[in-house]
């Protein structure tokens, strides 16, 4: 397996740390994580992908080594999305493919939707689509109860709890269980709380739910929904869903419609896996990458 190396891209806006693999390799995969993770929840996938592409997982601003900007709207899903569609650039790509979990997933989504032209192919571990996700927070009273912690995570001064007695909550919350059955170790989990614990990074993370204008908008309460036009959400871009059934804060209802969204889809299931698929499942994680990579690019030939 190739090695990996970090360093930083200067966007002209903000400065991004990434980590990489394969670099000398010609199809660039960006790699994008979720809450609370940085670059390293792909450490297990980018040796496997950097031994045919450039795999490059950033660190999201606010996070660990990137610049955390202080105002709430440098957190808008347009922020977001221009610091991938410059990142490419910066490592002189048109087009790239596009990985992502989680709060990443928001991004990518949004990015396949903004500029589809410029995605080859989107790869996506239990994220939400956006228009799915904002109607089950109005609708499904499951995926609200479970969502409860975004409108807590937009409370003034509720970075202090997450950051209290070295980030103890945070980590029982997201990673305890894992720690425990021997999925991360001591090493591993001292990066994590390395990233948690850097000045400001706590609340630069909140910022991506802050800024957002989706949570839990409940109809049984009166709740004023979001006015969305579902035309705007399409995506045409060849996806690759991967859905953990475990998942504890996304229920199986966001794949419902999803093909009405996604024309060119597939899904693919693991019933014994969470949220966390990178640290529960990590090799079947990177063989569906390559995998669907290469099926993308087998099209083309044909």
């Known amino acids: 397996m190739t090695e990996i190396t970090q360093g930083f891209a200067d966007l002209g806006h903000i400065k991004l740390h990434y980590a990489e693999s394969g670099a000398g390799n010609e199809d660039l995969v960006i790699l994008l994580h979720g809450f609370p993770e940085f670059w390293y929840t792909w450490r297990k996938q980018l040796p496997v992908i950097g031994e045919t592409c450039h795999a490059v997982a950033l660190d999201m601003r606010g996070y660990n080594l990137s610049d955390r900007p202080e105002n709430l709207e440098d957190y808008r899903i347009d922020k977001l999305v221009t610091d991938v569609i410059k990142l490419a650039k910066h490592f002189g790509k048109d087009q790239f493919y596009l990985v992502s979990h989680d709060w990443g997933a928001a991004v990518a989504f949004s990015v396949a939707i903004a500029r589809p032209d410029l995605i ?19 609708k499904n009273e499951n995926q609200i109860a ?43 989990k001292a990066e994590y709380i390395k990233a948690w614990t850097m000045p400001g990074a706590i609340a630069a993370m909140l910022n991506y739910y802050r800024a957002s204008p989706v949570k839990p908008r409940p109809a049984s309460q009166g709740a004023k929904p979001l006015k969305l036009d579902p035309d705007m959400f399409k995506v045409n871009v060849p996806t690759l869903i991967v859905w953990g059934d475990k998942d504890h804060a996304l229920m199986p209802e966001n794949l419902d419609g999803m093909g009405d969204f996604i024309d060119d889809l597939e899904v693919v299931r693991l019933p014994d896996v969470s949220h966390w698929v990178t640290h529960e499942a990590p090799e079947r994680v990177s063989s569906e990458i390559l995998r669907y990579i290469k099926q993308l690019k087998g099209r083309k030939l044909d």
């Open 120 to 138: 080859k192919g989107m790869i996506v571990l239990n994220g939400a689509h956006p228009y799915i996700f904002s109607k089950l927070l109005e």
């Open 146 to 188: 479970h969502s409860k912690y975004i409108t807590e995570f937009r409370e003034e001064g509720v970075e202090d709890r997450l950051a209290a007695d070295n980030c103890e909550w945070l980590w029982d919350w997201t990673f305890k269980g894992h720690y425990d059955r021997g999925l991360i170790t001591d090493a591993e």
